[in-house]
Structures are given as structure tokens and as C-alpha cells.
């Protein structure tokens, strides 16, 4: 996610701002030989593979960002993101696919960075990689997984991450209900927020909002990338010459790349990419084989989809988009519960014909689960629109009341699961909505677009 962030600014910058800028950034990145004696290598496919690596840094961190940020511990050799980066060949798409760090998998034969032992191959989670034979051995064992060949390899810490994000001047988030994370010290309110370089930490790290784990946080990283991408794509801040030297002065000290990836690269790519958005980009994780099991000696880990994950990979190296093909709707507003499991009953308060059958049609069109049977409400006209529900399910009452503006709630004690929408005469519409849930699609892909705010 951290060097994800950095690799955004780097090359997006790079679309606008001359050679001497990128040269001086390139300087100042530290270098690593991340391909050294490989063999064996998979094929080239078309496009660019990028395998970026987000490490602990956490000692470069002051005693009071650790207090406020919860970064207490010792630092260790390990990494907490890893994701593959396809860029396509017409360099107008990018899908990045997140590689949960606790996959099991087969680490290839290396010396052991820190004991300088010879070690033969051996079943581990994806993360020991970094802390056993680091960017090398990561390269290694992640073309072996995915027999996707790696172009460049990046890395970033902690501390890039955060000065980075402050540098941009934060990036907006939203969420539909609140995010609390003791381990972490997250403690979002629903709702819109513009996180700062310690707090965007704070929610890419936590792992213990819900049951979700891992899997849930890998998902908050690529929404936050998404919306930095966003942000670093519309207010234009990167075609600032002296915003651009701000920025990536704050990211220098961290940053690692292979010794390929430099000022040419990052200009070559940049201008290619010249008008990529949020909807330029994609997202995934790898389909994995059920939940997480433990194992003996190794602990809780993840299995990948043989099959699933053979497809995805396949689609990377053939340079095809990973998400579906969508035609290009309104923006829809999040909420809380998904329309598909709130069930509406419409009724007609109003003398207008018909209008009973136009709000079922408009509520069903945006997902939600009605009867298809609208009646009118006997009496004088209702003035304003409004919604009756049961108490026990408030949550849905307003996930439905945001696809109607200016409607009233009014809650009725044992009504039951059915909500009931009144259409008054100050009916304009229905707004679209949409709720965070598992995602559709042969590879569970989703765009930029689809996941910022709106």
C-alpha cells in the first residue's frame, strides 16, 4: 500500500513535470538488486509487472507518533503489504492485485540473510520471504506463485507513507458505519473524513474492525489508494514543479527500487499515463481456498485458489482487464445495508396515476428487493414522502431513506422486515445507492472510480 502510494506520485508526476525534476527524484531512491542470479524465469507477457513491498519502519518513527499511532514494538524484517501492479501495454489501465502476506507457499532454496546458512526449499507463509532472503527471495518465490514475470520491484516504509500522504495534503475517505481499532488506535465515525499522513497509517494497518481480517484490510488499501489516485489525478497538484519537489523530497529516504526502475522509466511510463483517473485503475486479491487455517510450526494461514488464481494470473500475463465491463452510471451514494436484502412495499399517496408503479420500478432499478405490487394509500394526498419501519431494522430504514431524498422516517413497532414507502407529491426520484459488499465478477474486481468518495 506504501510504496503503491509512492509509485502513484512518482509516475503521475511524471506526466506533467520535466527531466530534471524526475532525474533528481530518481537520485535520491535507494537501490536494490532485486533479480540477482534468477533463473528460470516465466515468459514475458505484454505490459509492465511491478512488485511493490510495504516493510516495517517503524524505527524511524518519533517516540510520539508511535505512542499516538500504536507503533510500540520492535521493528522486524518483514513486510505487511505486498501487491502485484500490472500495467497494461497501451498504458491505460492498471490492475494491482493484493498477495495476502499470510499465503502458504513454498519458499525456493536461498542463504539465509540472517544466519548466512544455506536453507533448501520449504513450505512458509509469502511474508518470510522478505525476512529470510529479502527483495531476491521475494521476486523468487512470488514469480514461482504466480508465473507472472516481475519488470521492477519497489519498496517504501512507515515513514515515507505518512510524510507522503501529508505532503498531498491528506486524502478523503468515507465509510458508512464506524471504524474502531484498539490494536491500532483507528477510531472513525461514519462518514467522510480527510485523513493526515498518521491517521491514513492508522486505517491501512488495522486487521481487528471486523471479522474480515487481513482480507478487509487489503480491501481498505486499495480503496485508499483509489482515492489517492483520485485526488493526485483532479486537483492537478502534481503538475506543480515545486509541489512535485515537496512531495517526493518527503519519500526519498525510504524508498527502494531495483536498479532498472529510474529517471528514464519513471518518464517513459508518466508520459504514457498522461490522463489516467481513479477509473484507470483496478483492484483485487487473490480467489483464495476458503478461510484461513492454521498450521503447525508456520501458524494462521490462507490458501490460494488453484484454479481461480491460475485464470487471474493468466489474464495478467494476456494484458486483459480484470474488472467488468460497466456502462457509465450516476455515482451512487453508500450505505450501510445492500438494497438486495431490503424488501419495499410502495404505495401511492397521491392522486397521480401511475406513480405507485414508477417509484416501485425506480426503487427495484437501483437494487432494492420490491414487491412489484404497489398500492395506493387510501385518505387525502400525502404532502411528503415517507418510510415506515420496524425498529429492529433501523439500519435498513436508512440505507432506503437515502435513495429518496427529503422522505421522513416513522418507526412502527412490529411492522416486521417489510419497509413501507408512501410517495407524497414532493416525490422527484430515486437516488442510487450502493452498499459495500463482496464483490461480483470472475476475479472480484472493482475500478477506482467505484470506491471513492462521492
Aim: proline content about 3%.
Amino acid at each position: 500500500m506504501r510504496v503503491a502510494t509512492t509509485l502513484s506520485v512518482l509516475v503521475l508526476g511524471a506526466a506533467g513535470i520535466g527531466h530534471a525534476v524526475v532525474t533528481s527524484v530518481d537520485t535520491g531512491i535507494g537501490r536494490v538488486d532485486a533479480f540477482k542470479d534468477m533463473k528460470n524465469r516465466p515468459d514475458a507477457g505484454e505490459g509492465m509487472n511491478l512488485l511493490i513491498v510495504g516493510t516495517d519502519g517503524r524505527d524511524k518513527i518519533t517516540k510520539t507518533e508511535k505512542r499516538k499511532y500504536r507503533l510500540g514494538g520492535a521493528p522486524c524484517r518483514c513486510t505487511d503489504t505486498i501487491m502485484l501492479v500490472h500495467i497494461s501495454r497501451d498504458r491505460e489501465r492498471a490492475s494491482v492485485v493484493s498477495l495476502p502476506r499470510d499465503s502458504y507457499t513454498e519458499i525456493p532454496e536461498h542463504t539465509d540473510k540472517a544466519t548466512g546458512k544455506r536453507r533448501s526449499k520449504h513450505s512458509t507463509k509469502l511474508n518470510a520471504a522478505y525476512s529470510e532472503g529479502g527483495p531476491s527471495l521475494t521476486v523468487r518465490t512470488v514469480e514461482r506463485m504466480t508465473k507472472v514475470k516481475i519488470d521492477h520491484y519497489l519498496e517504501v516504509d512507515f515513514t515515507s507513507f505518512m510524510k507522503t500522504v501529508d505532503a498531498l495534503g491528506g486524502v478523503e475517505i468515507c465509510t458508512v458505519r464506524r471504524m474502531k481499532d484498539s490494536y491500532t488506535g483507528l477510531n472513525l465515525a461514519a462518514g467522510t473524513h480527510k485523513l493526515d499522513g498518521g491517521r491514513a497509517l492508522q486505517y491501512v494497518r488495522s486487521r481487528h474492525i471486523d471479522g474480515a481480517a487481513d482480507l478487509g484490510r487489503m480491501q481498505r488499501q486499495q480503496r485508499f489508494l483509489a482515492a489517492l489516485i483520485h485526488q493526485a489525478t483532479s486537483s492537478g497538484a502534481l503538475l506543480n514543479p515545486a509541489k512535485l519537489r515537496e512531495v517526493s523530497s518527503t519519500m526519498l529516504g525510504s524508498v527502494r527500487a531495483d536498479k532498472g526502475f529510474g529517471a528514464e522509466q519513471m518518464l517513459a511510463l508518466g508520459e504514457a499515463m498522461r490522463g489516467f483517473t481513479a477509473a484507470s485503475s483496478e483492484f483485487t486479491s487473490v480467489p483464495l481456498d476458503g478461510t484461513s487455517r492454521s498450521v503447525k510450526g508456520i501458524g494462521s494461514t490462507v490458501k490460494w485458489d488453484v484454479a481461480k488464481s491460475k485464470k487471474l494470473f493468466q489474464a495478467l500475463r494476456d494484458d486483459k482487464p480484470l474488472a467488468q465491463h460497466r456502462t457509465k452510471k450516476p455515482k451512487a451514494t453508500l450505505v450501510d445495508v445492500s438494497p438486495r436484502q431490503i424488501r419495499v412495499q410502495v404505495y401511492n399517496g397521491t392522486l397521480a396515476d401511475g406513480l405507485g408503479r414508477e417509484v416501485d420500478q425506480a426503487l427495484r432499478g437501483t437494487g432494492f428487493n420490491t414487491t412489484r405490487a404497489p398500492l395506493n394509500r387510501s385518505g387525502s394526498e400525502v404532502r411528503r414522502s415517507y418510510v415506515t419501519y420496524d425498529p429492529r431494522w433501523d439500519r435498513s430504514a436508512k440505507s432506503l431513506a437515502a435513495a429518496l431524498p427529503g422522505c421522513e422516517l416513522r418507526a412502527v413497532k412490529g411492522q416486521g422486515r417489510t419497509m413501507k414507502v408512501t410517495a407524497g407529491t414532493d416525490y422527484k426520484g430515486v437516488t442510487r445507492v450502493r452498499a459495500e459488499e463482496p464483490r461480483q465478477g470472475e476475479f472480484a474486481a472493482i475500478t477506482g472510480d467505484e470506491v471513492v468518495c462521492p
